[in-house]
């Protein structure tokens, strides 16, 4: 199992700053993934943070606004960029289980508000 | 993008009563996965049954999944107040480049009365 420590657990922002979270695993790993959960939402994949290389977003997600950085195998962040209120969400981080049919893993989640 | 439909988006039950999830998906998959979630925080695993998979138990959940009809179900027997939550389904497609990326039915909210 990997156990994922995120931060911050929540934020309150305003509209047109920045918010970086950060995860931290207990394990090398070779992707992480970002998903955001709207309120009332399902998660949504934002992108896969591939240590080495640059992020792979999903449609409807743009580097400018969600930049991510890998520097390394056990931990990673996610920017949300010129924030407005319609980014009010919970982001969460996850990697994958060990191989194909196991369980991923998921950090707490970071509670987004911006006003 | 969003390819799982769950219904009941809601469920409401008495404690001791079973409570039954259906989670339906659109791609061929190498396993779906149920999950859940208390009061928006993070997800916690229940269990995963894979494609070649018709049946599951753990505990008191049983989960069935039926790949010809690309849907799944999860059935909670016994349910206690600490049910309560979101449960989502979760499907891992199939093809190598999908390794550890799920895409996540809409989820049904379980409130389990005393």
Redesign the interface.
Known sequence: SAVISQKPSRDICQRGTSLTIQCQVDSQVTMMFWYRQQPGQSLTLIATANQGSEATYESGFVIDKFPISRPNLTFSTLTVSNMSPEDSSIYLCSVPGIHMNTEAFFGQGTRLTVV | ??Q?EEDPQALSIQEGENATMNCSYKTSI??L?W?RQNS????V?LI?I?SNEREKHSGRLRVTLDTSKKSSSLLITASRAADTASY?C?T?RAGGTS?????????TILTVHP
Do not use: D, E, I, M
């Open positions: 993008s969003q799982g190498n396993n996965q999950y928006g925080r993070g997800l695993h995963l894979r989502f979760a891992q390794y550890g990326k799920l895409t996540f039915g809409q989820g």
